[in-house]
């Protein structure tokens, strides 16, 4: 079976050009396209296609803004003339990034990165391995800017999660990333394996505690290799101990 994609760009012309590279594409299947946000949602939502190419400046919603609105997210490809918003898409666990004009070449690149991310030897197999990620495969990877420069920063580096409003701090021993999205979004995409959400406003990597401990309060604590303490809630003290089953 084919990989069904969705496109959604307000640019009519970019919407027909990028069908019609895809058309090379013996193992993918437009089934629709949109040319607002809002209708993204609404038409991704009905009908779940497997890869999404979105555009970042639309009516109504940023691209981004779309994928933060599905609750069961795609592989999303970025299809934009604006480069700003790339540390936020790679942030949301975005494929791939193409900023306009791109030809074939470079579309060619993406959708090797969509196969890869599949871990996909032949096409035949494209559904289901397909199926099976989008059912909540971790990402093993975030993009973080360092000065001027962005970077990818495995996860597994990551010794805890922090809540920031918003936003999620990433604790890498003594450097500390800003992430652009929310401690539940991210946590939705972490291997629940390795990352545990011990507290309202923290996660952490279980490679890196040290020991679970109690403050002088009574209160249970993770303690972390790089020295760090980090709250546990009772609520998840029980789950905690049984992890280790």
Same mark, same amino acid.
């Given at each position: 079976?084919?990989?069904?994609?969705?496109?959604?760009?307000?640019?009519?012309?970019?919407?027909?050009?990028?069908?019609?590279?895809?058309?090379?594409?013996?193992?993918?299947?437009?089934?629709?396209?949109?040319?607002?946000?809002?209708?993204?949602?609404?038409?991704?939502?009905?009908?779940?296609?497997?890869?999404?190419?979105?555009?970042?400046?639309?009516?109504?919603?940023?691209?981004?803004?779309?994928?933060?609105?599905?609750?069961?997210?795609?592989?999303?490809?970025?299809?934009? *003339?604006?480069?700003?918003?790339?540390?936020?898409?790679?942030?949301?666990?975005?494929?791939?990034?193409?900023?306009?004009?791109?030809?074939?070449?470079?579309?060619?690149?993406?959708?090797?990165?969509?196969?890869?991310?599949?871990?996909?030897?032949?096409? *035949?197999?494209?559904?289901?391995?397909?199926?099976?990620?989008? *059912?909540?495969?971790?990402?093993?990877?975030?993009?973080?800017?360092?000065?001027?420069?962005?970077?990818?920063?495995?996860?597994?580096?990551?010794?805890?999660?922090?809540?920031?409003?918003?936003?999620?701090?990433?604790?890498?021993?003594?450097?500390?990333?800003?992430?652009?999205?929310?401690?539940?979004?991210?946590?939705?995409?972490?291997?629940?394996?390795?990352?545990?959400?011990?507290?309202?406003?923290?996660?952490?990597?279980?490679?890196?505690?040290?020991?679970?401990?109690?403050?002088?309060?009574?209160?249970?604590?993770?303690?972390?290799?790089?020295?760090?303490?980090?709250?546990?809630?009772?609520?998840?003290?029980?789950?905690?101990?049984?992890?280790?089953?």
């Amino acid at each position: 079976m084919k990989v069904t994609a969705f496109v959604a760009d307000d640019e009519p012309v970019a919407r027909a050009g990028l069908r019609a590279m895809l058309s090379a594409f013996d193992w993918v299947q437009v089934i629709g396209e949109a040319a607002d946000g809002v209708s993204a949602v609404t038409q991704i939502q009905a009908l779940r296609p497997e890869l999404v190419f979105l555009d970042v400046q639309m009516p109504g919603l940023l691209g981004t803004d779309v994928l933060r609105r599905l609750e069961r997210p795609p592989f999303v490809i970025f299809t934009t *003339a604006f480069s700003e918003h790339a540390v936020t898409a790679f942030e949301l666990g975005a494929v791939d990034y193409l900023l306009k004009p791109f030809g074939p070449s470079r579309l060619a690149g993406a959708m090797e990165r969509v196969r890869t991310a599949l871990g996909e030897p032949a096409p *035949a197999d494209t559904f289901e391995r397909l199926s099976g990620a989008l *059912a909540g495969g971790p990402i093993s990877r975030l993009f973080v800017r360092v000065g001027g420069t962005l970077v990818p920063l495995p996860v597994e580096r990551v010794s805890w999660f922090e809540a920031s409003g918003d936003y999620v701090t990433a604790h890498t021993g003594t450097a500390k990333h800003l992430l652009h999205l929310s401690l539940s979004r991210l946590e939705a995409r972490l291997d629940p394996r390795r990352f545990v959400r011990v507290h309202r406003t923290h996660i952490v990597n279980l490679d890196q505690v040290r020991a679970f401990r109690r403050d002088a309060r009574g209160n249970l604590e993770a303690e972390l290799m790089d020295g760090a303490r980090v709250p546990v809630s009772r609520a998840k003290a029980q789950e905690i101990r049984s992890l280790g089953r």
